[in-house]
């Protein structure tokens, strides 16, 4: 609970500084709810990570956080290029062979109830997938946002200590 209180503090003192990224100026005040590359990428400079795009069009990018951990952020819900209303934040664990079954249940269902801001499921790969999903119908505040995508890099942090 520590580190998500840290997250938040981060991206609240964030909030009170505008940052510049890729051109888009970073305001925690402005309601968005259409997310477009520039504003994704203001966002996540804000909490000193960095992007690797993963597709042409730029809808998918690979974070690498502060916190030494990586997750592939894609806009959803997209009427456009600039116009998407939904982020989906994926982060991908492979567990160890001689992890227990038992252990790595333990894990998922834990998760659930420490981590409430992200999901967790298993792929068919057998790959853990931490989850979270970002609506933005109606809106929220670059600084909301800023707090979510934040508060998932913590939270791929707490389920590798699992």
Known sequence: MKTIATAL????????SPTQA?????????VIDSLDEATLQASIAVLGATTTPLDEEENTIRIAYPNGMRGVARRMACEGPETCR???LLGYF?????????????????????QVISSVVVNQEGEH??????????GVTQANLVNWIGLFGESLAAYQQM
Do not use: C, H, N, W
Not at 9 to 16: D, E, I
Not at 129 to 138: F, H, R, S
């Open 9 to 16: 503090v981060l991206a609240a003192a964030s909030a009170g």
């Open 86 to 88: 939904g982020l989906i």
């Open 94 to 114: 492979t567990p160890p062979k001689d992890l227990p079954e038992e252990r790595a249940q333990d894990a998922l269902s834990r998760f659930g109830f420490e």
């Open 22 to 30: 890729q051109g888009a100026p970073f305001d925690g005040a402005k």
């Open 129 to 138: 997938v931490v989850k979270t999903y970002v609506m933005l119908d109606g």
